[in-house]
Nanobody, 125 residues
């Protein structure tokens, strides 16, 4: 079965950077969409970035574009989220997710994903 394990969350100062990792295993699809999400306190889960394994095309939502980047290391079966210029409003639980997107674009839309990690906490002060 699919397993996703995030790591890299930490307490950070505003303006600093963090890189989150997500080790992925058990995915049976040949090509699939990998994505990062976060859930800030009292808010709904929101999409941040997505990457399609078939083409390596990437999508980053406007609210974090220019500060966050998504990339992967195939050899390590790991998805990353590079976060620069951190702000206190980036404080959240961060999740990775994967699924086979049929008939749509690979974008970080919560309802389209059925395989999720347990999350990693980022706190920015």
């Amino acid at each position: 079965h699919v397993q996703l394990v995030e790591s890299g969350g930490d307490s950070a100062q505003g303006g600093s950077h963090l890189t989150l990792s997500c080790v992925v295993s058990g995915v049976a699809y040949d090509r699939y969409c990998m994505a990062w999400f976060r859930q800030r306190p009292g808010k709904e889960r929101e999409g941040l970035a997505a990457l399609f394994t078939g083409s390596n095309n990437k999508y980053v939502v406007d609210r974090v574009k220019g500060r966050f980047a998504i990339f992967r290391d195939n050899a390590k079966n790991t998805l990353y989220l590079q976060m620069d210029s951190l702000k206190p409003e980036d404080t959240a639980m961060y999740y990775c997710a994967v699924d086979r997107i049929v008939g749509g674009e690979c974008i970080p839309f919560v309802p389209w994903f059925s395989h999720w990690g347990q999350g990693t906490q980022v706190t920015v002060s």
